[in-house]
T-cell receptor
Framework: AQSVTQLDSQVPVFEEAPVELRCNYSSSVSVYLFWYVQYPNQGLQLLLKYLSGSTLVKGINGFEAEFNKSQTSFHLRKPSVHISDTAEYFC????????????FGTGTSLTVIP | GAVVSQHPSRVICKSGTSVKIECRSL??????MFWYRQFPKQSLMLMATSNEGSKATYEQGVEKDKFLINHASLTLSTLTVTSAHPEDSSFYICSADPGSGYGYTFGSGTRLTVV
């Protein structure tokens, strides 16, 4: 079965410090990878996506992620976080053999501490 | 950019009544839309795939008679929660593909509270 694992359910980090949110997926076929952010009581906003090409993907709000096929990972990073980055972050995967269906991780709650 | 509008954003209803949630693609046509459900502090779970002009495809464990989906046009899909009960209280989110090459656009969600 296809699955997405976000190992850290909660990540507290001080303001202006770097952060990495981890995401691993199971796959034996081609994948498309996404990171979404959800602010309280809101829908999901796309941060970045990997479809093909360069394994380092840059997104909005200073976030970037690196696709590592050998480790089946797609970790999200930001070199310096702001208070406004406090939110829930979801990793999502779409597999080439499942059409357009998305599989979401359980989410990581990022809390930026002043 | 591609926008998916979801309405209402919040709704409170009495147990036993039905609630309709609308999902509209504002500047693109969507032959397929997706409905998700999110419980507090949990991830999104796909409930069903809405197909324009045909029956929706429901995920295993989702009651199709309780969660009625209608996709009557290329820009509108509706989810009706019939005979709602408190356990149906949840955050419902729809999404659609604007055709830009993956990266589905999500609606802002509907917070349903059944009292």
């Amino acid at each position: 079965a296809q699955s997405v694992t976000q190992l850290d359910s909660q990540v507290p980090v001080f303001e202006e410090a770097p952060v990495e949110l981890r995401c691993n997926y199971s796959s034996s076929v081609s994948v498309y990878l996404f990171w979404y952010v959800q602010y309280p009581n809101q829908g999901l906003q796309l941060l970045l996506k990997y479809l093909s090409g360069s394994t380092l993907v840059k997104g909005i709000n200073g976030f970037e992620a690196e696709f590592n096929k050998s480790q089946t990972s797609f970790h999200l990073r930001k070199p310096s976080v702001h208070i406004s980055d406090t939110a829930e972050y979801f990793c999502a995967v779409s597999y080439s053999n499942t059409g357009n269906q998305f599989y979401f991780g359980t989410g990581t709650s990022l809390t930026v501490i002043p | 950019g591609a926008v998916v509008s979801q309405h209402p954003s919040r709704v409170i209803c009495k147990s036993g009544t039905s609630v309709k949630i609308e999902c509209r693609s504002l500047d693109f046509q969507a032959t397929t839309m997706f409905w998700y459900r999110q419980f507090p502090k949990q991830s999104l779970m796909l409930m069903a795939t809405s197909n324009e002009g045909s029956k929706a495809t429901y995920e295993q464990g989702v009651e199709k008679d309780k969660f009625l989906i209608n996709h009557a046009s290329l820009t509108l899909s509706t989810l009706t929660v019939t005979s709602a009960h408190p356990e149906d209280s949840s955050f419902y989110i729809c999404s659609a593909d604007p055709g830009s090459g993956y990266g589905y656009t999500f609606g802002s969600g509907t917070r349903l509270t059944v009292v």
